[in-house]
Nanobody, 117 residues
């Protein structure tokens, strides 16, 4: 069973940085688009950043200029570099992989990011 594995969450002060990682084995990684979603308490899950198999990226407006999504196909891993973190970035962050060739998609279990002084 394919299970994306996230790491890198934690507690950070406002203005700080974190890097999330998501490793997905057992798939043709280079044929999948990769994304990060987040869900804050009492709110719907929202798309934060996406990267296509070809490396095209897209971000929700609130993180543009602060977050960077990237991928390393050789390592079956993609990343979310988060800089200048704000309290409103506090949420559980989920990794998502979606095939660009068919209906397959997979969710990670989530990693908590807390931004607080």
């Amino acid at each position: 069973q394919v299970q994306p594995r996230e790491s890198g969450g934690g507690l950070v002060e406002p203005g700080g940085s974190l890097r999330l990682s998501c490793t997905v084995s057992g798939i043709e990684f280079d044929l999948y688009g990769m994304a990060w979603y987040r869900q804050a308490p009492g709110k719907q899950r929202q798309l934060v950043a996406h990267i296509t198999s070809g490396g095209t990226t897209d971000y929700t407006d609130s993180v543009k200029g602060r977050f960077t999504i990237s991928r390393d196909n050789d390592a079956f891993t993609h990343y979310l570099q988060m800089n200048n973190l704000k309290p409103e970035d506090t949420a559980v962050y989920y990794c998502h992989a979606r095939s660009e060739r068919g209906p397959w998609n997979y969710w990670g279990q989530g990693t908590q990011v807390t931004v607080s002084s």
